[in-house]
Each structure stands twice: as C-alpha cells, then as structure tokens.
C-alpha cells in the first residue's frame, strides 16, 4: 500500500495568513494526489485534484504542487471559513486507495 | 444536484451483520463507479470498497475482504455494502462516494459524498 504521510498534523494560524501542508507519499503517485477539507460534523469536500486542478467554486487562495512523492497545499490570506481539516488522498494505486492522517488548521 | 443518501447504520454486536444503503440522485448513477469509505477517530479515513459498472468489477481493501460486500442497484440507483462479522474496530462514520469519472470505471478520486452513517459495534 502507498502510505501518505502529512505535515504538520496540527498547524496554528490566524486569519490571513498564509500557510502550507506538505504530503509524503511512501512511493511516486506521479500526479494523481487530491486534498479534501472537512468540517466537523460534514463529510469531505474536494479542493484540488490532480495535484493542481481546483475543483469547481473552490477559491483561488487554494493552490497544489507537486509530484512524484512530494506534494503541498498552500492557502493563502487564511479566511475564517477555512479552519477545517485537510486531507490528502492518492488515487494511483485504488487498490487500495489511501489517505494522509489529517492536518488541522486551527486559530492561533 | 447530486445527491447521496446513506442509510442503514445502527448498534451491532460484534460478530453480528449490517446492510449500508447509499440512495444515489441528480445524476446518471451507471455513468459513475461507487465507493464505500469509513471514518473513525483511531484510523481516520479509510477506502473501503469500489465498484465499477458491470463490466468493470469489485475491489476491497485487503481488511474487509471476505466480509464485506459491496453491490449496486442500477434501476433503483442504490448501493449497498453488506458486513459480516463485525468487530469493535468497525466502529465508525461510513460514508459513500462518487468516482469523478464519467466512464463507468473505477480509480478516480471521489467528487461527491454522502453525509455519512454511524456503525458502531458493541456489545
């Protein structure tokens, strides 16, 4: 299985700050990393997809590199709405598909 | 508006058997493969399940094989996951999800979730 390892799991910040989550995968996924954030309470949204893509209405203060085995998701001007938890997801292997543990973005 | 609708989860015993029902709506359910995941506050997430359109197959994660079972209604647009054997490590949110692609196979991420059913086994 291709584990996915994310840094930091809890990150501090205020809002419009810019902040950054790394994603470790244990081998090359090429391209084929997702973020998701989730709320509590709700089920996880898309953000990004295919390391760079946003995904529809989400706004361009998301932005995703990478490849390969290492891959990050910046947020920039932190806005209230986005203190959440982040997840990274490779879809080159679905079998078994595989996740990152989480990081929360949490107020300073 | 695509919409996913989980139904099904409850207490369970463990050894005991479970039917999860994912309602699917607003777009054409056999156009997209379906997946089952779960959430739990020890494991976080995890992929379950996929299936494909009939041509294309079933998959498990190596920890539920010969457990669980997934299946899809096409004509009522359901999808189902039947467990067996449940365990206290079971415990968790399952939630489904849409394959992003549009071709009927599987290995895309997910686009859409449902908003999830509790399981929890205990005794």
């Known amino acids: 299985d291709i584990r996915l390892t994310q840094s930091p799991s809890t990150l501090s910040a205020s809002e419009g700050d810019s902040v950054t989550i790394t994603c470790r995968a244990s081998?090359?996924?090429?391209?084929?990393l997702a973020w998701y954030q989730q709320k509590p309470g709700q089920s996880p949204k898309v953000l990004i997809h295919?390391?760079?893509t946003l995904w529809t209405g989400v706004p361009p203060r998301f932005s995703g590199s990478g490849s390969g085995t290492e891959f990050t998701l910046t947020i920039s001007s932190l806005q209230p709405d986005d203190f959440a938890t982040y997840y990274c997801l490779q879809y080159y292997s679905y079998s078994p598909y595989t996740f990152g543990q989480g990081t929360k973005v949490q107020i300073k | 508006e695509v919409r996913l609708v989980e139904s099904g989860g409850d207490l369970v015993r463990p050894g005991g058997s479970l039917r999860l029902s994912c309602a699917a709506s607003g777009f054409t359910f056999t156009n997209h493969a379906m997946h089952w995941l779960r959430q739990s506050p020890g494991k976080g997430l995890e992929w379950l399940s996929g299936i494909a359109d009939s041509l294309h197959g079933k998959f498990y994660a190596d920890f539920v094989k010969g457990r669980f079972t997934i299946s899809r209604d096409n004509s009522g647009n359901t999808l189902h996951l039947d467990m067996t054997d449940l365990r206290a490590e079971d415990t968790a949110i399952y939630y489904c999800?849409?394959?992003?692609?549009?071709?009927?196979?599987?290995?895309?991420?997910?686009?859409?979730w449902g908003q999830g059913t509790p399981v929890t086994v205990s005794s």
């Open positions: 081998r090359s996924v090429r391209d084929w």
């Open positions: 999800a849409r394959d992003a692609q549009d071709t009927g196979m599987i290995g895309y991420f997910f686009d859409f």
């Open positions: 295919r390391t760079s």
